[in-house]
């Protein structure tokens, strides 16, 4: 027994000091690729000596020679710190995620090698000017410089997913920075989805049309043609098909999570010390590192500091010593769906207003990790690629017969975008970046600035001309052989809305409807926020002068406009209203939520019971108007969506009827609804939470999701690399927390400003910024999430141009000389 019992103590020992060895053998290979920023290189390629200066927060301050040498430096300084996410964001927009991770992503890389994003983006080196060019090749030339390092020096294959996956690691190209302000284009395009689930609901009801997706209030829009009457081969029934779950590495969104953002600027006369203030905060979906970096680049006479995305050689958003630029999502419709008719005797020949004409097609060949290459036909017509059925239900409007195309103006080959991008960032005054934003094409922004010369907003990127007889007026797909359906070029960048020192000395923008134009100037049917804004001009309004703290109060700002308006319409009938109802029983706990919801300001604080009642409530509301009637289409308004609860509660046209439940004999009314509605949310939130309803909190559910998208979901180490926060705010709050919408948590906070900056131009080095996790991408760096409890308590960290301050805060400068 003894002689077992020591032959059992020797295999647990060993396998102990296996496993310690094994850990300790991994730690040490992964914390190779830490980069050391006191480390000095002579690299190919520098015209002469340049520091990067790393302060307390890992901000590296560029101060070199020549512009060619700091954009060299920055290049090098993203491949330091994230070099795992830029190769994998440009294996994201040439089709080859399925190198690595198999079948899982072979759709996704299908569709991206049918828009042929990167293709496009290689077209299109040839068309930037000399000085673009010359940027993005010493961009390029510096991040190709840290990868010899990583590959002469051993230092840990450069990240350390690059042991779990491939570490071929091609040099970076110009190409490849220009593809990637393309995928961003992407992320945040949302017109596409929104056409289709228009036509679904055209096919279901007209009158569900206007009134789940209604026209933001403004002048009306003329009436559009039923959907079925343009193509009445399609089923007047909705059925979904079968499409797998969105990947994490998917970058095509869905609606609810499309660009959002916050802008918002003050003229001198508006400041409360005399000169002009900016606030900007862009919203994206939350990862871990979050696609934001901050960086100091020191450009000829001036320096400029703000946020880069990595693989982009440009400040997007910041300040120089004399001007400030934020940007937000401008809603533009620049997608339209078209449906081309094959030819049935020749299904590679579509009809054209001109007559049959062939596809112009080509193959490609997928290489897929542990399983046979596939080959796919990619097809183009005049108005763009065709595209699968799978995508975003595209087959559920597409007749037999005929297929869809994508018209969009970031398909564009001549897209000197990047080029706009990098002029921006070195205008000295208002007039020169709205000329400077002339060459921008997409993803389509309202820049909004402030300079010496006042503030402003213009919209950037180019606008699709349509002709004014469009059967569908580019808001559902429409009959591509029909030439008033088709493109008829684009606007001049005179015709783009733009708006300069008004009268007010205030500018600024949500995503919300931001000109009220007839078609086809009207920019856009579809608009990112009805909500935001309302508590904005309230904010703006509230003072005669703004300070950078009133400015940083508002983009912290966690009051919920769609709350506040929409309780009483929904409750107007249930407060304080019922019998005494003993502890424990559904009518008493009704009673108790329905009181602290009577007191509540609308405040979306992390603390509150309130904010967590309200959300469960509106989402069971609006379930439970749609379901019978939509069925499956219902779980695509899986948000709530304030305007129609509004219309619903108001009856307006009649959107009283969705109260009742057509599947049932009684007439139910909208109070009846609201009941139950209530009682299903405080089940459900039971459930998780427990029976005391005052001892719930709304940050417990709002946890802000920043997971790593491949490890993330990986057991064991998910714990050591996504990183989750309870948050305040919610869908429609300045400070927006994007919900998740889907179980089994829909609560998430998925969606946000990733990046928040505000800019005072009477002490310009007074100016603040903070992002939502950290500068690097390495897990085991512990600037991975130093600043991600900063951004969560409203914090900000210095945002100063001075050279001395960077010193004097340095944790580290890198010295990069030529190579003898």
Not at 162 to 190: C, G, H
Not at 204 to 227: H, I, K, M, N
Not at 471 to 496: D, K, L, V
Not at 548 to 576: H, K
Request: hydrophobic share 40%; glycine share 8%; with cysteine.
């Amino acid at each position: 027994m003894f002689t077992a019992f020591r032959w059992l103590l020797r295999i647990v020992v060993l396998v102990v000091a296996l496993v310690v060895a094994g850990l300790s053998l991994a730690y040490y290979f992964a914390s190779r690729s830490l980069p050391d920023y006191n480390e000095d290189f002579a690299l190919a390629g520098l015209d002469g000596t340049v520091e990067i200066v790393r302060d307390t927060a890992d901000v590296p301050h560029v101060f070199a020679t020549t512009d060619r040498d700091t954009f060299f430096a920055l290049g090098f300084a993203h491949a330091q710190d994230r070099l795992w996410q830029m190769t994998l964001m440009r294996r994201t927009v040439q089709g080859r995620l399925s190198e690595l991770f198999g079948e899982r992503t072979l759709a996704v890389d299908t569709l991206m090698r049918r828009l042929d994003l990167y293709g496009i983006a290689t077209q299109s080196v040839a068309a930037q000017d000399e000085q673009t060019l010359s940027a993005l090749k010493a961009y390029a030339d510096g991040v190709n410089a840290w990868i010899g390092v990583v590959n002469a020096e051993a230092k840990g294959r450069g990240a350390p997913e690059f042991f779990l996956f491939s570490n071929e690691i091609a040099y970076w190209q110009p190409a490849d920075s220009i593809a990637i302000l393309k995928l961003m284009a992407l992320q945040v395009s949302s017109h596409l989805e929104r056409e289709i689930l228009t036509a679904r609901l055209s096919l279901l009801s007209e009158d569900w049309v206007r009134d789940l997706l209604p026209e933001v209030p403004g002048q009306g829009t003329a009436a559009l043609p039923p959907f079925a009457s343009l193509f009445p081969t399609v089923p007047r029934s909705y059925a979904a098909l079968d499409i797998p779950p969105a990947d994490p590495l998917s970058p095509f969104r869905r609606g609810a999570f499309a660009g959002a953002s916050n802008a918002w600027a003050a003229a001198a006369a508006r400041s409360a010390a005399g000169a002009p203030l900016l606030a900007n905060d862009p919203h994206l979906p939350f990862s871990a590192p979050t696609v934001w970096y901050l960086a100091h680049l020191e450009l000829g006479s001036r320096g400029v500091i703000g946020g880069t995305i990595p693989g982009i050689p440009a400040i997007l958003t910041g300040r120089n010593d004399v001007l400030g630029w934020g940007i937000t999502s401008s809603y533009l419709d620049d997608q339209d769906i078209h449906i081309e008719e094959l030819n049935p005797g020749d299904p590679e020949r579509y009809r054209t207003a001109e007559g049959w004409k062939p596809f112009v097609t080509k193959k490609a060949i997928i290489t897929i990790k542990d399983a046979a290459p596939v080959t796919v036909t990619l097809r183009w017509t005049d108005n763009g690629p065709v595209l699968p059925a799978s995508h975003y239900d595209l087959g559920s409007v597409t007749p037999q017969g005929y297929v869809a195309s994508l018209s969009w103006s970031a398909l564009d080959p001549a897209d000197r975008s990047i080029g706009a991008a990098i002029r921006i960032m070195r205008a000295t005054n208002v007039a020169e970046a709205i000329e400077a934003g002339s060459d921008y094409v997409a993803p389509s922004q309202n820049l909004t600035l402030a300079g010496p010369d006042g503030v402003g907003i213009v919209l950037i990127g180019r606008m699709p001309k349509r002709d004014p007889a469009h059967q569908t007026q580019g808001r559902m797909p429409s009959p591509a052989w029909i030439a008033e359906n088709r493109w008829q070029g684009f606007f001049p960048y005179s015709e783009n809305p733009r708006f300069v020192n008004p009268e007010g000395g205030i500018v600024g923008n949500t995503n919300n409807k931001i000109v009220d134009r007839p078609f086809p100037q009207n920019v856009s049917h579809y608009w990112g926020d009805s909500q935001r804004v309302q508590r904005w001009m309230r904010l703006m309004q509230e003072r005669e002068v703004h300070s950078r703290e009133s400015f940083m109060a508002a983009q912290l700002d966690t009051t919920s406009p769609a709350a506040r308006s929409l309780l009483p319409l929904v409750a107007a009938n249930l407060w304080f209203t019922g019998d005494a109802a003993p502890e424990g029983t559904p009518e008493r706990m009704r009673q108790r939520a329905l009181d602290l919801l009577a007191n509540w300001d609308g405040e979306m604080n992390e603390h509150l019971p309130e904010p967590l009642i309200y959300a469960a409530w509106m989402r069971a509301l609006q379930f439970r108007l749609i379901r019978d009637e939509l069925g499956p289409l219902a779980d695509e308004f899986n948000h709530l969506e304030p305007l129609f609860i509004e219309r619903v509660f108001r009856d307006v046209d009649g959107a009283g009827r969705w109260c009742d439940v057509l599947r049932s004999a009684p007439v139910e009314t909208c109070d009846e609804i609201a009941r139950q509605a209530l009682d299903d949310a405080l089940v459900e939130l039971s459930a998780r939470f427990g029976s005391s309803v005052e001892s719930w909190r709304w940050g417990e559910a709002h946890q802000a999701t920043h997971d790593h998208s491949v490890l993330g979901k990986l057991p064991i180490l998910k714990w050591f690399v996504n990183i989750r926060q309870s948050t305040s705010g919610g869908d429609n709050t300045l400070l927006r927390g994007r919900t998740a919408g889907t179980e089994p948590e829909p609560y998430l906070n998925v969606h946000g400003a990733g990046y928040r900056g505000v800019y005072d131009f009477a002490d310009p080095d007074s100016s603040v910024f903070i992002l939502s996790t950290g500068q690097s991408g390495h897990p085991l760096s512990r600037h991975y999430d130093d600043l991600s409890e900063l951004w969560r308590r409203g914090e900000y960290i210095p945002m100063s141009l001075d050279p001395e301050l960077a010193r004097a805060a340095a944790t580290g400068i890198t010295r990069l000389t030529p190579e003898p």
